[in-house]
């Protein structure tokens, strides 16, 4: 039997049913209301094309409830337990995700918003670039999204070491208190270009040193 899920926002496509979630119409429909300005009917071909990010921010539709989405700490999206393993949907999703005041997580578009689950951080940073700016380096990351930032005031790099293991976990801010995680390979090309100042070990990008760790 296939599971129901309802949303109760004005306009709603109503009841959610089981289907493949690679399948783009497929996966919104429920999730946005039909003949209302949205991302519904968009094909991947068009999901393709370079195009500003949709002002997420300007939005403030009413909130539908969770949806069973959810990010994995491996960057990898999942629909009721099913990979979604087609990158331009992924894209797609993730650019219509914003964080709530309340540090909770949403699919928003101008009509409606839904709550999905981030296991830690909703992007993957997958490349580091070492670039040259204006005679100053500039470290540059690439998300398994297609996101690139250039770390500095605007997007800063933080570590955070769990206190029984000392492991860390580092992560660069993307945009509007989004953040990705670094992955294993990309954090030790990372610390390979660190130094030391003032006891500590990190790097600088566009004249801003972030820690990584102590130096020792």
């Known amino acids: 039997m296939p599971v129901i899920f309802t949303f109760d926002c004005p306009g709603s496509m109503g009841p959610m049913t089981d289907h493949d979630p690679n399948d783009l119409n497929g996966s919104l429909k429920g999730i946005i209301a039909p003949n209302r300005p949205s991302l519904r009917g968009m094909d991947l071909a068009e999901v393709r ?5 949709p002002p997420v921010h300007l939005w403030n539709p ?24 087609r990158p331009a949907m992924v894209r797609l ?38 670039l040259d700016q204006d005679g100053r380096i500039a470290l540059e990351f ?7 930032v250039i770390a500095g005031p605007e997007h800063e790099i ?10 860390p976990s580092p992560y660069v801010h993307i945009r509007a208190g989004l953040e990705a995680r670094l992955s294993r390979s990309v954090f030790y090309e990372l610390v390979d270009l660190g130094f030391e100042r003032e006891g500590l070990w990190g790097v600088e990008s566009l004249g801003v040193f972030f820690a990584l760790g102590p130096a020792e």
Do not use: Q
């Open 62 to 85: 009413d909130f539908c409830g969770m949806i069973p989405m959810t990010i994995k700490r491996d960057g990898t999206w999942h629909y009721m337990g099913t990979p979604i393993n």
């Open 49 to 53: 094309k370079p195009k500003g990010l």
């Open 142 to 148: 690439e998300t398994s999204v297609g996101d690139r």
């Open 158 to 167: 933080r570590v955070e070491t769990a206190p029984k293991t000392g492991e």
């Open 93 to 130: 999703f993730s650019t219509i995700l914003r964080r709530e005041p309340d540090g909770s997580f949403v699919l928003v578009t101008p009509v409606e918003r839904v709550g999905i689950e981030v296991e830690d951080a909703p992007f993957l940073a997958i490349a580091l670039h070492v």
